[in-house]
């Protein structure tokens, strides 16, 4: 256990750097602000019309987790809403943190809409957006763990957004992931290989979007997934593929690669026999 004096100094540095730190009056804040969203962790504001804030419900921060989140304000990627400084009271205490605003493409308010769009351009164009910035992320060492459309948005421009970045594997902090949280992520499949992990739950998500069904759903082991992959009727390397993913293969190649392999063909197909 770190003495009082000695906790404080390490809070000091770690939120000592070059970045800017918001101030605000905690008690005014929804008053003043905009709420836009709300999760476990804690609620998100609009600040300026420029910035998101997250604060957080429980702020007894542990220094491991200020540290990771410290760490992240130098990254940059225009795919991920990364933390850019700390929201802080005016006692300087630590609130939370903010990322840049991310303004939602007309109705579109984040990748779950995708699935009531039936132009198949459009929508494979932001899953080969969504696929390139995973493996980025995983040239970077950093591992998303809880992939789902809602914390996948995309911005006016037409630019995916990843947001609620502050729980992925950051390079060497490695605290609270939780590489099987995800509602496309069952019990039928485990590896310790945390890019895998982030490659088949992108890859349901995607197909999800792509047939508009829930093509696993319910089922249990990996030979089940092999039986409808079968059933789809599809062959060559699109099957051989589809089966790396689905299978307990490691260092599974990632579904944008696997995405070329479709025909317009392929897809009536899983649609009519999923």
Known sequence: MFNKAKENLMRKNCTDSNHRD??????????????IG??????????????SLKIFHNREFKMDQLQKISAMFNEKDPSFC??????????????????????????LKDFNSLERYDDLSLIIDYIIQADN???????????LGDIKGDNIMINKKGIIKFVDTNNYKYKDFDFNLKPINSMYL???????????????????FSLFL????YVFSGLSSAKAYNRTI????????????LELIFSDYENKPYFGDILKLFTEEDFVKIKKKS
Do not use: Q
């Open 82 to 107: 990364f933390p850019m400084g700390f929201v802080k009271d005016y006692d300087g205490n630590i609130l939370g943190y903010y990322t840049e605003l991310v303004k939602y493409y007309k109705t």
């Open 186 to 204: 069952n019990r039928a499949y485990k590896n310790n290989n945390l890019k895998d992990n982030d490659i088949f739950i992108f890859s349901l």
């Open 230 to 241: 079968n059933k789809w009727d599809i062959n060559g390397e699109l099957k051989e593929g």
């Open 133 to 143: 910035a995973i493996r980025r992320a995983h040239d970077n060492r950093i591992i």
């Open 38 to 51: 709300r999760g476990c962790e804690g609620k998100i504001y609009r600040y300026n019309n420029k910035y």
């Open 210 to 213: 792509l047939t508009k069904n």
């Open 22 to 35: 918001i101030f605000i009056n905690v008690d005014k804040l929804n008053d003043k602000y905009k709420r």
